[in-house]
């Protein structure tokens, strides 16, 4: 049944939306915002084509997704696995149903993305030799987790351990942690994060970069020659607790077919196991942490050796990418687009786990895509297209890496240069009406303008990133389109809530990351309140309308990091 106007309205002032954006624009108020426009440039009225489909978008049709793609019976959508493959298909079927396009593989919704799984066996052995002292051998997941990035069966490691700090090469910053020595075939003991600094134009200040991120540790190493690399986990330089690590890396984890080269140990130890190994090679890890903060700081043998038997059971399979498109109204802009992009993959079920064992991932990321498919309905109901064309792309195997966004990014229905802008969506929290939103990396494209507009539209305030030490700018799917030159960001909400205050919804996020993120208690509860979620739907509609109609691409503001990559995709 429709809703009357008045219920409409009391309903979207609910979500704290301005009327003034959504009201829709007469013939008239349209030619004034026309002649506006040329004058300023910023101008987020809504046309009534884009009103009416918008105003469409419920917290019940994202909650009805939210509650099947995180239910028991999906096995928490594991990459590769039944429930993985039951959600790709449930996603292609929904974006059939609402008259979109395929835009995937040879006419299907499906983009095929070759992986290989490898799930580390009992047989591995990973063995500290430290200086001094008898040789530590660790147990699996409670003191290390290690992964053989080669994707071979077995690998064996008997090799120097050499600390190289945070294990950053950065000339923009004048940092190298690597002066200069020759680190083929060692083993690197490093930091996660990067080096601290409230200097705004040194790593960023308090954001973290990509520099700071295990990935790019990791990347880096290999390309140096380095046969593996133990990062020392510390809670709050990694920003989340042991047990995250220890359930990220159990069971089976992907990788994108080797296009380089690979580390036979990429691992992780317990800030404990490191503290042992220092001492009894002689060094304090306190004093070893302190020196790797300054520019001066010089890699250090250990005199202490990695002895690792790496055991792998070897799957190649592929899992699905979900992509469709709405064709753009304008003969000239069609071949243009803006997307949408939400992870559907989560951690499936880990049988090794005693009691309950299924990683149902409901805020992670199964809020992101039932907003997504949300987007996709409302747009694909709309009475009229806007001028660009709007591609919808749920991914797979973000916890393993980014990996489907990154063959998506790599592999795009168009060319890169012709995408004028990425929204993301990840782990939007449903707690209820938001009065913030949080857009980190929006200030750094053209576009950043319209998101402000909008936002004071919408009465959101925009809330700098909360916690820009966790770097969450690089660990979510956006950012494998940026590195491919697509402006990108995540909307999501900020921590301030109807009826509540800032302290409510930083307790929140905290109990969440201590409890329930990354583990089997992210489940569904029917007392979710999604009005938080439509808001951020909506928020990310208007602005996705906006960018499709356009008359320029968005780009990156000069000098920003992924400048370059964007000038070259187009």
């Avoid at 660009?388 to 990154?406: D, K, P, Y």
Wanted: proline residues 5%.
């Amino acid at each position: 049944m429709r809703l009357s106007q008045p219920t409409i309205w009391k309903f979207i002032t609910s979500l704290g939306i301005s009327l003034s954006l959504l009201q829709p624009a007469t013939a008239s108020a349209q030619k004034t915002a026309q002649k506006t426009a040329k004058k300023d440039p910023v101008s987020v009225r809504l046309p009534s084509a884009a009103f009416a489909a918008m105003e469409t978008i419920s917290p019940d049709h994202i909650r009805w997704h939210v509650r099947y793609l995180s239910h028991d019976l999906l096995e928490g959508r594991g990459t590769g696995q039944r429930g993985g493959d039951i959600a790709a298909e449930y996603i292609a079927t929904q974006f059939a149903e609402y008259g979109l396009k395929p835009a995937g593989d040879n006419g299907t919704y499906l983009q095929k993305v070759p992986l290989v799984g490898i799930t580390p066996l009992a047989e591995t052995q990973f063995t500290l030799a430290p200086k001094q002292g008898a040789a530590m051998h660790l147990k699996p997941l409670d003191e290390y987790v290690a992964y053989d990035q080669t994707q071979e069966e077995h690998s064996d490691v008997d090799a120097e351990i050499v600390y190289v700090g945070y294990g950053i090469e950065a000339p923009e910053y004048n940092w190298d942690d690597y002066k200069g020595v020759d680190v083929r075939g060692k083993v690197l003991l490093m930091l996660v994060n990067e080096p601290p600094s409230d200097d705004p134009k040194f790593f960023k200040g308090k954001a973290l970069t990509y520099y700071g991120r295990w990935t790019y540790k990791f990347e880096e190493a290999a390309r140096k020659g380095a046969v593996g690399v133990i990062l020392i986990h510390k809670e709050d330089m990694a920003s989340y607790p042991w047990e995250v690590v220890r359930n990220s890396n159990s069971g089976e984890k992907s990788y994108l077919k080797v296009a380089g080269p690979g580390l036979k140990v990429a691992s992780w130890v317990h800030l404990d196991v490191a503290k042992k190994l220092a001492a009894a090679s002689g060094m304090d890890l306190e004093k070893m942490m302190a020196d790797a903060r300054t520019a001066e700081f010089h890699p250090a043998n250990l005199g202490a050796k990695l002895k690792a038997h790496m055991v792998s059971k070897v799957r190649n399979f592929e899992s699905n990418n979900v992509v469709a498109v709405l064709p753009g109204a304008s003969r000239k802009m069609k071949d243009e687009a803006v997307i949408y992009t939400a992870h559907y993959d989560h951690f499936g079920i880990r049988p090794d786990m005693p009691g309950a064992n299924i990683f149902h991932g409901a805020a992670d990321n199964a809020t992101g895509c039932g907003i997504l498919l949300e987007l996709a309905r409302a747009f694909g109901t709309a009475r009229e297209h806007p001028g660009r064309s709007v591609i919808f792309a749920a991914v797979t195997a973000e916890e393993q890496g980014l990996l489907g966004s990154e063959y998506l990014g790599k592999h795009p229905p168009i060319p890169a240069g012709k995408i004028t802008l990425d929204l993301n969506y990840d782990d939007v929290q449903p707690l209820g009406a938001a009065e913030e939103v949080e857009v980190a990396g929006a200030e750094r494209t053209t576009f950043y303008p319209w998101v402000q507009a909008t936002a004071k539209e919408f009465r959101l305030a925009i809330r700098p990133d909360a916690r820009p030490e966790a770097g969450h700018f690089y660990r979510s799917d956006h950012f494998s389109l940026a590195r491919v030159g697509i402006p990108s960001f995540s909307i999501n909400e900020g921590m301030k809530f109807k009826g509540h205050d800032e302290a409510w919804g930083l307790a929140q996020n905290k109990e969440y990351t201590e409890k329930r993120y990354h583990q089997p208690s992210d489940e569904y509860r029917p007392e979710m309140d999604f009005t938080g979620d439509s808001a951020m739907a909506r928020f990310g509609f208007a602005l996705g309308w906006e960018a499709a109609s356009s008359s320029k691409l968005i780009g990156w503001q000069k000098g920003d990091e992924f400048e370059a990559a964007r000038l070259k995709s187009q």
